[in-house]
């Protein structure tokens, strides 16, 4: 595969991942504000299938097609501080969003199963939304940083 199609798929990996990330926060941000039960439950349930999707497709693609390029093009990832620091990076949102935020949505999906029907939303509900909100934004910065890295090569 040539250099300039890796960059393409590399690039399309960052929108998914990125762009993902973003409207997954945003709508779900939205629905919680709504406190209505039917609504919430609704973009929970969207949350883990454009997690599912997007955001572990454009990180595959992220991961692949980058490691792909440090090869064809013979980086020494030891010598380039630009790109220890993006897989750094990377790799410390990941963690973020497979240790804390992915179990933390499950655990909202199945509580939002109880409200769909239009009940209380239960305490432990905002307090997993507390945790999701506080962690995410974390596993969101990350990738932004890592931005940075990529275009100036720091």
Known sequence: MTIESLK????LGVILFLGNILVTAWWKLAADRTRNPVV????????IVTDGLFTSLGAA???GT?????????WDILDAHWLRWGIGLFIASGVVWIAVLVPTQIAQMR????????SDIPD????????????GAVATALPFLNLYWMV???
């Not at 393409?8 to 690039?11: A, D, G, N, V």
């Not at 509580?111 to 239009?118: K, Y």
């Not at 432990?124 to 962690?135: I, S, T």
């Open 61 to 63: 693609l992220i991961g």
């Open 111 to 118: 509580l939002a199963r109880g409200f769909a029907t239009g």
């Open 124 to 135: 432990a509900y905002w307090k997993l939304a507390r945790r999701w909100n506080l962690f």
């Open 8 to 11: 393409l798929l590399h690039l």
């Open 40 to 47: 919430i439950a609704h973009a929970q349930r969207q949350v």
């Open 66 to 74: 980058g490691l792909a390029m440090v090869r064809q093009i013979g």
């Open 152 to 154: 100036f090569k720091g």
